[in-house]
């Protein structure tokens, strides 16, 4: 809307000086040429005085209004002569930037594809496809540096425990000795006992 009304603007101001040099060159200052201003100048020069009015003949003001209405309708000729010309810009704008955009969407598809892989039926970018890769490593890495450690403290607490057991099937063994040798003697004292008491009877 602004670039239609500066368009106007313009387009009024051109044909003004258009028609004001016309008609200086032509020299014709009257009501048949020049432009609407140098016109009504014209009439107004010419026209008698009469206690301070200005008396104008009828014939030049119907001249006048004619004239008016044939530069208003020129005007209105060369305003549509000109929406014509911008909608016919403004169209071959759009067309020139749909046909951009489609280049660019094309650009875009064949710079992508072209820094791209298909990795499982996706198209992951190379920076995206390192990146995964190299993520895929480190868990591995450290996934494998776990289990070592994870290995390695089993192994540690398994001779542990195999230790503590040999320890504490050697502390069993000999408190089973022990425990066998102090039922014998018992049983030995308890025997020695009845037959001490058999004898006594």
Do not use: C, P
Not at 11 to 31: P, R
Not at 40 to 46: E, P, Q, V
Not at 53 to 79: E, H, P
Not at 94 to 118: C, H, Q, V, Y
């Amino acid at each position: 809307m602004k670039n239609l009304i500066s368009t106007f603007l313009v387009s009024i101001i051109f044909l003004g000086q258009t028609v004001s040099m016309e008609a200086q060159e032509s020299g014709n200052t009257g009501l048949e040429g020049g432009n609407i201003g140098s016109q009504f100048d014209y009439a107004i020069r010419k026209s008698n005085t009469y206690e301070g009015f200005k008396v104008v003949k009828t014939t030049w003001l119907y001249k006048l209004k004619g004239n008016a209405l044939d530069s208003v309708k020129a005007l209105r000729d060369n305003i549509v002569s000109l929406e014509t010309k911008v909608q016919d810009q403004q169209n071959e704008m759009n067309t020139l930037k749909a046909d951009l955009k489609e280049a660019n969407d094309r650009l875009g598809i064949a710079t992508k594809e072209k820094d791209s892989f298909n990795f499982l039926g996706m198209l992951l970018t190379k920076s995206v496809y390192s990146t995964m890769v190299w993520t895929i490593i480190f868990i591995l890495i450290v996934t494998l540096g776990i289990m070592v450690f994870l290995f390695k403290r089993s192994n540690t607490i398994t001779i542990k425990t195999k230790e503590t057991l040999g320890e504490k099937q050697e502390e069993f063994d000999a408190h089973r000795k022990w425990a066998l040798e102090r039922e014998q003697t018992l049983a030995r004292e308890l025997n020695k006992l009845k037959q001490k008491y058999k004898g006594l009877d």
